[in-house]
């Protein structure tokens, strides 16, 4: 199975942008799906995720700016930022795991989505 994320590119502070991702598997059931960021020089992050029950969770620095969303029956995920900052420039990567059991799970990544907030 692979994610193919898209949607990034280049925006002003405070603008709008959305991602999203979708697996070349429609009906491959992800227990998780979310998005990771990467700005340069730093480490991989924790943006949000979602559950394939609707539940999600956020890093604290986009609580109130980033929606993290799912279509089940298209199996994509998406991201919508507003506000963005110019510290939110970064790669977006999209990510999944399926879980077969507690101890039995795999996970993907897709490519990687370029975000750039001008200031």
């Known amino acids: 199975v692979q994610l193919q994320a898209s949607g990034g590119g280049l925006v002003q502070a405070g603008g709008s942008l959305r991602l999203s991702c979708a697996a070349s598997?429609?009906?491959?059931?992800?227990?998780?799906m979310g998005w990771y960021r990467r700005a340069p020089g730093k480490q991989r992050e924790l943006v949000a995720t979602?559950?394939?029950?609707?539940?999600?969770d956020y890093a604290d620095f986009v609580k109130g700016r980033f929606t993290i969303s799912r279509d089940n029956a298209k199996n994509m995920v998406y991201l919508q930022m507003n506000s963005l900052k110019p510290e939110d420039t970064a790669v977006y990567y999209c990510?999944?795991?399926?879980?077969?059991?507690?101890?039995?799970?795999?996970?993907?990544w897709g490519q990687g989505t370029q975000v750039t907030v001008s200031s």
């Open positions: 598997q429609v009906n491959f059931n992800f227990n998780v």
């Open positions: 979602t559950t394939s029950g609707g539940d999600t």
């Open positions: 990510h999944a795991v399926r879980y077969w059991s507690d101890i039995d799970h795999a996970a993907y």
